[in-house]
């Protein structure tokens, strides 16, 4: 349990921050088990279940082993309220901004294992799951069926050397040792009747913003012995953070180990294009996806050209680049749009390319991964009639 000094520091910086107090009789928590289960199977984020800060690799072992074509409903967890800068200890964290009930397996992960964050990303992963028949080259389909807010707050997080402006911003205390780590900002967000977000201002003010929830974390174990950390996407997708991928989008993922071994995590009640606090409104999601294998050879040609994650919403392909540089994920992007409307659409080069700078939006995913991304969106219905 956190200490007494630790629980009045996390008072102080939530107060600070004009955070909303949100009482026990507002809670409607969906608990383990609890609740509806739609899907075939269900996965709860227990610590027998999930991984903390490490992505599988091909050494994961799975937690579970399903058909293609199963929808699995599983459990995902917040790392916010539970980390180390936090006091490792959710109850006494959201207490401190009036908030006495919050989930248990939060709990439980909390309480468990060795988490060292000098080491390990910060995001707790719902997974592996492994798909019979499933091989590296194959292309998994995780069409994301539902997903459920499984509570009614969470936290967007601003910490010390991160974000779009990690020379700015937290700003340093009134007070504080100009040698001293300047302490995260943690700003508990609730939800709203009427179901926004609201992110109180202080005086009597709040903002309030509407809600669309999706994964941030979605993928395929890499091809590696090596640790994977949690926070830079890559071609085995993970934490790309693409906010357009909520109910009714598809994501592609290529597949680089025997039975593909998905996970999920990092889940967000919204996120603006970007997520330059270095978090967005991260909270609890229960979230069922079908997981489809696709071994076709022109399903597998079209993930070797991409060599990338791709998805498409219900009006939208979406493209991605991925890369430490911001602009070199631009012309990644540019480049696998291309690629993909000539394999999909006989598109020549030239053409593609015009048609993308006339019509094609490239919104940037986020900037705070450290691999930084971009994903392109390319109207379905201006391709109809190819």
Not at 61 to 71: I, M, N, R
Not at 101 to 125: C, F, K, N, Q, T
Not at 285 to 301: G, K, N, P, Y
Request: hydrophobic share 45%; aromatic share 6%.
């Amino acid at each position: 349990m956190a200490s007494t000094a630790v629980v009045e520091r996390l008072r102080q910086w939530l107060y600070t921050i004009h955070c909303p107090v949100v009482g026990s009789d507002a809670m409607n928590l969906l608990q383990t088990g609890g609740g509806s289960v739609s899907g075939d199977v269900y996965l709860p984020a227990d610590p027998a279940r999930i991984s903390w800060g490490l992505l599988p690799n091909s050494l994961a072992h799975p937690v579970l082993t399903v058909d293609s074509g199963t929808a699995v409903c599983l459990d995902t967890i917040s790392h916010e309220g539970i980390l180390e800068d936090q006091g490792r200890d959710p109850a006494a964290f959201f207490a401190a901004a009036g908030i006495t009930a919050i989930l248990d397996d939060a709990a439980e992960v909390a309480r468990s294992g060795v988490h060292d964050p000098a080491v390990h990303g910060p995001h707790v992963i719902t997974g592996p799951i492994a798909v019979r028949g499933a091989r590296p080259g194959d292309v998994l389909e995780v069409e994301i069926l539902e997903l459920r807010r499984r509570a009614p707050y969470g936290v967007i997080s601003n910490r010390h050397g991160k974000g779009a402006l990690p020379e700015e911003f937290p700003q340093r205390p009134e007070g504080h040792e100009a040698t001293a780590p300047v302490p995260p900002v943690c700003t508990i967000t609730k939800v709203d009747a009427a179901e926004r977000g609201v992110l109180d201002v202080g005086d009597g003010r709040a903002i309030r913003f509407p809600l669309d929830s999706f994964l941030g974390i979605m993928g395929v174990a890499a091809a590696t012995e090596q640790p994977v950390h949690s926070v830079p996407p890559g071609p085995h997708g993970g934490n790309i953070d693409v906010r357009m991928l909520g109910a009714g989008a598809r994501l592609f993922l290529p597949i680089q180990v025997p039975g593909a071994l998905f996970y999920a995590g990092d889940p967000h009640f919204a996120m603006g294009d970007g997520e330059v606090a270095l978090t967005a409104f991260e909270a609890p999601l229960r979230a069922t996806v079908r997981l489809t294998l696709h071994a076709d050879a022109r399903a597998r040609a079209l993930a070797a050209s991409l060599g990338m994650p791709y998805a498409e919403t219900a009006t939208d392909h979406l493209v991605l680049g991925l890369d430490q540089d911001l602009d070199e994920a631009v012309r990644q992007a540019t480049r696998n749009a291309i690629a993909f409307l000539g394999d999909r659409y006989r598109l020549p080069p030239p053409i593609a390319l015009a048609y993308l700078s006339a019509a094609a939006d490239f919104r940037i995913s986020q900037v705070v991964d450290l691999v930084k991304g971009v994903h392109c969106c390319i109207r379905k219905s201006d391709l109809e009639l190819l």
